[in-house]
């Protein structure tokens, strides 16, 4: 007899339970800015990946409350039929511009351009070398596109060179490509992409570079790839619209021929309804203050810096992020949640993370500080930091 459903997702539901697995969501009751509201209490939010503080910025609330006036709530059909507004093109042409790209198409999310991308230039006759520590979205993709999945070692180039050597070599694939992230958002590490780019000239792969943590905040804002001026040479750019950006969405970059294909390939674009009007107007605008301006891009590595600072000298290890993006390491999965949920009741809302998402023994609390985070706010979760840290002996 095969397993009823409820059978199935008791029994599995249950194990996650014993084994501190099942994860809790908390709604956040209001907006996600650097003071959240949860079960009632107003905490220190540095769990969000508003790293601009633009999700919650008046001047792309009111260009949002403007177009929707304008245009109504929805987008109305999906892309390939009459979905694309005007707005859609508009939007695509400042990604063009954001990236230094000759075009850009743009996604409903980062994590459905993945899939939608991935799988419109691969198939079943290629390969993918995947760095270990991609993202789930890459990594979806890959598996959709039904390519030869090989995964390297994180960020070892060596790794990388002998896998693309030998896929390259075998005469089994088409084609090849090579992707990573832009930074990894666990660690808060760069992808060392002149090493890549430089590997992938070599043995002629598809170049593919998922910026989700990178746009807005590397780069003096531009991302990752501008970060070491390989703008010319990375043949993907994928980035979201909802991390540093503030609102939603996903897109890829790259020359004319790659998106011409991806408008006509990829099965979101053609079969899933387009980001509704406000949204779209409210990305373009953040994408021109991203570009106008570093200003909020230079207080977010501030205070990224400081809250690192302030963690090392209580004694705290964490790792070794390159990004205001900054994990302390805890190690065993039930004392990380116990951190997080102590954290919590002293006023500050920092998640753990515990395998499956990252490996076992690793288990951290991420601190993902903002631009719109003041120093009072962060000097107050050092102090909690310390507070919670000596009672739990993660610190002396
Ligand atoms: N890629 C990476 C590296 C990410 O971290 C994320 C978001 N967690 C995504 C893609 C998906 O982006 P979105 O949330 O816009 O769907």
Redesign the pocket.
Known sequence: MSKTLDAFLNDNLQELKEQGLYNEVDPVEGPNGPIIKVRGKELINLSSNNYLGLATNDELKKVAKETIDKYGVGAGAVRSINGTLDLHVQLEDKLAEFKGTEAAISYQ???NC?MAAISAVMDKNDAILSDQLN?A?IIDGCRLSKAKIIAYKHSDMEDLRAKAKEATESGLYNKVMVIT?GVF?MDGDIAKLPEIVEIAKEFDLISYV?D??GSGVTGKGKGTVKHFGLEKEVDMQMG?L?KAVGVVG?YVAGKQNLIDWLRVRSRPFLFSTAVPPGDTAAIISALQMIIDSTELHDKLWDNGDYLKKGLKELGFNIGESETPITPCIIGEEKLTQQFSKRLFEEGVYAKSIVFPTVPKGTGRVRNMPTAAHTKDMLDEALAVYEKVGKELGVIQ
């Open positions: 999310s980062g994590f993945n993202h979205s992230d958002s998922d989700a943590h979201t909802s996903g």
